[in-house]
């Protein structure tokens, strides 16, 4: 199934489906951690929290899952990979709906740490299935409709989810993932083929010292940090994202779903055509272009007071297109640095670092961020603006060592 020649086939109608139902699993994944950005305004007046509280509330998932990725990376070359997307799968299931139940803070706050632990180890398992039945004249457009979850999750879970919540309380969104996760779990066992090529392949047969030796390689380090610095980036602005359109922007709760809607439908149009692009011009400079791109609207939108709201609106689909056109070829290279028989440990401490890393910056955005009360304006959401700036002038730097490696043909 894995396809090996330079001029990338068209894909499979076994390859499509694939795509379909890993795109429809990663939605249900992104629309689980995402939410949290929406309901945080909800979520900080229900509950009376304040901004560091809101903010461990949304680390709580990304650093358990941090954590279950360290775990399982050394047995993550050691099983069919259907069968550990199944078995992480359902426990993500099981985990939203705890948090679907939750009644006080300290029992989301555990709940979000249950559906990190297995909502967490997802994306690395999605990641090395597309590098193992897909060229890397492929990926990119196999990741672009793989990641239009992140699209999709905004254009139709999130305003749906928002208008749930508003109705019928914050947890009900929470219930609603829950839901379309349990006939996700059925299509899996029932249409997925088991995928074992990687296991005919000798490995060590500790998974401590697999685990050892993922890590101690070089190169596969340098692709490790280039994830890390764009995650930190990726997640600082997200958290608050709600309360300072609420807030700040005084967009009102009943236009923030055209907000999120409007943006995701637009990254459903940018991310196909991103993905082709990517399979058809440097990987690097597409990065580079969308970096500088997002760098320059951090900043614009970070500073922002009260406008109208076509103006929000407007404003974030220019974010968001920055957002996703660094995602894509980012990805595409990074899939490209470890060797067959490490690919899936790879892609669990990647992933690792990926959520460890967002964890530290919601943490650090809370602490920045500052609200005299519930209803005050946010403050000092423009230091998280530059904070991820710099993080991004990093990661050009490190990304630039990662295309070095792909191109050299060392990873």
């Not at 229900?46 to 709580?60: D, K, N, W």
């Not at 999120?260 to 439908?265: P, S």
């Not at 058809?280 to 109208?308: E, G, H, Q």
Request: proline share 3%; net charge positive.
């Amino acid at each position: 199934m894995n396809q090996t020649s330079a001029n990338a086939p068209s894909l499979t109608r076994y390859q499509i489906l694939v795509v379909v139902i890993l795109a429809v699993t990663q939605f249900t994944v992104v629309l689980d951690f995402m939410i949290m950005s929406p309901l945080g305004d909800i979520l900080m007046k229900s509950m009376h929290l304040i901004p560091s509280e809101f903010g461990l509330a949304v680390s709580a998932y990304a650093f358990s899952a941090g954590f279950s990725g360290f775990l399982t990376a050394g047995f993550s070359d050691k099983f069919d990979r259907k069968k550990l997307l199944l078995f992480f799968y359902v426990g993500f299931v099981f985990g939203t709906v705890l948090c679907g139940i939750a009644h006080t803070y300290w029992f989301l706050v555990a709940a979000r740490v249950i559906t990190g632990l297995f909502g967490g180890v997802i994306g690395s398992i999605s990641m090395a299935i597309v590098a193992d039945l897909f060229a890397l004249q492929q990926r990119g457009r196999v990741l672009g409709f793989v990641q239009m979850a992140f699209g999709a999750s905004q254009v139709l879970g999130i305003p749906i989810g928002l208008y749930i919540a508003t109705n019928w309380g914050w947890e009900m969104p929470f219930l609603m993932v829950a839901a379309l996760g349990v006939v996700m779990v059925g299509v899996i066992g029932f249409y997925l083929r088991p995928i074992n090529e990687h296991l005919y392949v000798k490995s060590e047969k500790s998974a401590f010292t697999h685990l050892w030796h993922t890590l101690a390689r070089r190169d596969y380090r340098i692709g490790f940090a280039a994830t890390a610095l764009l995650s930190v980036g990726g997640f600082m602005m997200m958290p608050f994202g709600s309360a300072f359109a609420i807030n700040n922007l005084h967009v009102t709760e009943h236009q923030l779903p055209l907000l999120f809607m409007v943006a995701g439908l637009s990254t459903l149009v940018i991310m196909p055509f991103i993905g082709r692009l990517s399979d058809r011009v440097d990987k690097y400079k597409l990065f580079v272009i969308a970096s500088l791109w997002l760098m320059a609207m951090c900043i614009w939108y970070t500073n922002l007071s009260v406008v109208p709201l076509w103006i929000a609106i407007a404003l974030n689909v220019l974010l968001m297109a920055g957002v996703t056109s660094r995602m894509i070829p980012s990805s595409a290279l990074t899939s490209a640095v470890p060797e067959l028989k490490d690919r899936g440990a790879f892609m669990s401490i990647n992933a690792s670092l990926q959520q460890l890393a967002g964890g530290i910056a919601a943490a650090l955005a809370g602490k920045i961020v500052v609200q005299q009360t519930n209803f005050s304006p946010l403050e000092h959401y423009d230091t998280v603006g530059y904070v991820v700036v710099a993080f991004s002038v990093l990661g050009l730097f490190f990304m630039y060592r990662v295309d070095r490696l792909v191109k050299s043909g060392r990873a």
